[in-house]
Nanobody
């Protein structure tokens, strides 16, 4: 079992930035890929970014060049730096960890609004 706890959500103005963090605990040695997904009101959960234990990353086209995912294997954390935020980025952001099973955090709300 893996437990994930996100933090860092809140209200940010368009064009602003926000950094989300996620702390993993439990069977962390089995984790290969960690990532971030988001779910906007009335929409399905969508992929944002992932990072492997070796540091390889992949991003959704909508966030490339503005979001950066990073991982600290020693601290068992993953972060998402979000820059140049747009109102359409408003969503609940979920941290994920992938072993032979998929694990999800409880989500943290990010609202981009003036």
């Amino acid at each position: 079992q893996v437990q994930l706890v996100e933090s860092g959500g809140g209200l940010v103005q368009p064009g602003g930035f926000r950094r989300l963090s996620c702390a993993a605990s439990g069977s962390i040695g089995s984790i290969n890929v960690m990532g971030w997904y988001r779910q906007a009101p009335g929409k399905q959960r969508e992929f944002v970014a992932i990072i492997t234990s070796g540091g390889s990353t992949n991003y959704a086209d909508s966030v490339k060049g503005r979001f950066t995912i990073s991982r600290d294997n020693a601290k068992n954390t993953v972060a998402l730096q979000m820059n140049s935020l747009k109102p359409e980025a408003t969503a609940v952001y979920f941290c994920s960890a992938h072993t032979i099973s998929d694990y999800w955090g409880q989500g943290t709300q990010v609202t981009v609004s003036s």
